[in-house]
């Protein structure tokens, strides 16, 4: 695996293309970068990558996703009452993106229906919050991470345009 110990600042310019300003003997340099779409090696490569951090994480005592999910009920911070509610408001998001989608509703009762939608998804992500920050320290979504790390790393490459 690959691994930039390089320290860089990255921005967007006017014109969308990504840039580097390099850090390398006290000197900078302007690189323009690109993101090119992975490989099936790549992908394959980083998979493995994904399936080999799990295994170390849960070697090291970091409980799965299942594991910990059954923990968060234990402890009372998530119960199924909770679950129904986040169910039933992906259930409601859905219904309002559909009727928007279908259009043929006056503009008045599209506004009211997307403000709807609005305050429906900010509930949503409060109730989840609590379940999603524990299972961000999960062997999954930790060996996630090390596999997008990859295929960033993979797929970065130096623009030439």
């Known amino acids: 695996m690959k691994k930039m110990r390089e320290e860089f600042v ?29 490989n099936h090696t790549q992908q394959r490569d980083a998979n493995f990558q994904y399936s080999k951090f799990v295994n170390e994480y849960m070697r090291a ?3 799965p996703q ?19 509610q986040e169910r039933e408001y992906f259930k409601q998001i859905n219904d309002i993106r559909n009727k928007l989608k279908r259009g043929g509703i006056k503009q008045s009762e599209a506004k009211k229906l997307a403000k709807e939608g609005i ?27 090390n596999k997008f790390n990859y295929l960033v790393g993979e797929c970065t490459v130096y623009s030439y345009r």
């Open 10 to 38: 990255m921005y967007k310019n006017e014109q969308g293309e990504w840039s580097l300003i390099q850090n390398k003997d006290k000197t900078l340099s302007e690189v323009k970068l690109a993101v090119k779409k992975p």
């Open 61 to 63: 005592g970091i409980m």
């Open 66 to 84: 299942q594991k910990m999910m059954q923990v968060i009920k234990e402890k009372g911070i998530w119960d199924d009452e909770k679950d129904a």
């Open 119 to 145: 305050e429906l998804n900010f509930k949503l992500i409060n109730l989840s919050s609590q379940k999603n920050a524990m299972l961000n320290d999960s062997a999954e979504t930790l060996a996630q991470n």
